[in-house]
């Protein structure tokens, strides 16, 4: 086992604290590969940001788990290489098991997320009971989630939501003993969150549930999942460039940031990252039929991203400057 302090990652519980009492949130962005992880630790380190790595299942598969280690290692050797140091935890993105877990831990994750909301309350409840008190042990942070989110990213899907029930939120933290709380006010996974049509706008969050939560569990920290705006511009150029993404819309920004004042401390954003990268490579070969290295497409593509995660934390999450 190797314990994430060994790694130079943060868990969140200082961070949370931080972010509440200075009406922000921490960008959690999810990483699959070397490009994507580039771009984050240099958008967070130019400005000033701290920052949640997340690693979902499908992305842990993906990459595998002893080689991410060592890029998560490398991450951190590479800031304090550009002579910047900003807190960073490594982060399990939508764990379904136990075992997961547990196995996450070992390899140096400073949080972790068990998610058993598609199981019934009590199961929920049990599940995260178990994780949390292996995790406390190693002083891991341990987000639960109340509610279902519709969409589907990676390995989670469900076809509709279920608005967390204001409720249960205080028998659920104090029985398990979780760290932070993930709830569904109206974010969804993936790209397609929302469809509307010409003139239409996109629903509101549900801003009535959220404010009933901060009352029962007050200044407990609050997680949103799904939160991609779905960028406009990065659709436009998909779509021009031989993709088909219509009628797809996001969570507007301006509610992000409105949520960023409440309890909401820390916000996931994953599908704007892929769409940027998509945008961009999309462009490059369609302009560039004859190349084949893949530098010539990733290069410019870890760029834009690094303009976008940076836009994010500067507009959007509040978080520059908050190292």
Do not use: W
Not at 2 to 16: A, D, I, P
Not at 40 to 63: F, H
Not at 173 to 178: K, M, S
């Amino acid at each position: 086992m190797v314990h994430y302090t060994e790694l130079g990652f943060k868990n969140t519980r200082e961070m949370f604290k931080k972010a509440m009492d200075g009406k922000y949130a921490i960008p959690a962005y999810n990483f699959n590969n070397m490009e994507q992880l580039q771009a984050i630790i240099t958008a967070c380190a130019n400005t000033s940001s701290p920052v949640i790595l997340q690693i979902s299942k499908g992305a842990r598969n993906y990459a595998n788990e002893t080689l991410l280690r060592y890029m998560g290692q490398g991450a951190i050797e590479m800031m304090k290489q550009m002579g910047k140091e900003v807190p960073v935890a490594m982060h399990l993105d939508h764990g379904d098991s136990y075992e997961l877990c547990v196995s996450c831990i070992e390899y140096g994750f400073s949080s972790v997320m068990i998610d058993g909301s598609s199981l019934s309350y009590e199961e929920n409840i049990a599940l995260t009971t178990k994780v949390v008190e292996y995790a406390h042990q190693h002083d891991v942070s341990v987000e639960g989630e109340l509610g279902v989110l519709a969409g589907i990213e990676d390995d989670v899907s469900s076809e509709v939501s279920h608005y967390t029930d204001p409720n249960d939120v205080e028998d659920f933290v104090n029985r398990t003993g979780v760290d932070s709380l993930a709830i569904s006010i109206g974010t969804s996974h993936g790209a397609y969150k929302f469809k509307v049509g010409p003139g239409e706008e996109i629903p509101p969050l549900r801003f009535d549930i959220l404010e009933e939560i901060e009352h029962r569990i007050p200044g407990f920290p609050i997680v949103l999942h799904g939160s991609s705006s779905v960028m406009p511009k990065y659709i436009k150029i998909i779509n021009e460039y031989g993709g088909d993404m219509h009628g797809t819309a996001g969570v507007p920004e301006d509610q992000l940031r409105k949520a960023t004042k409440s309890a909401v401390c820390k916000i996931n954003i994953d599908s704007d990252g892929r769409l940027a990268m998509t945008a961009v490579i999309r462009e490059f070969l369609a302009k560039n039929p004859s190349a084949f290295d893949p530098r010539q497409y990733l290069g410019p593509a870890r760029t834009e991203l690094i303009a976008m995660y940076e836009h994010k934390n500067k507009n959007v999450l509040g978080s520059a400057g908050k190292a």
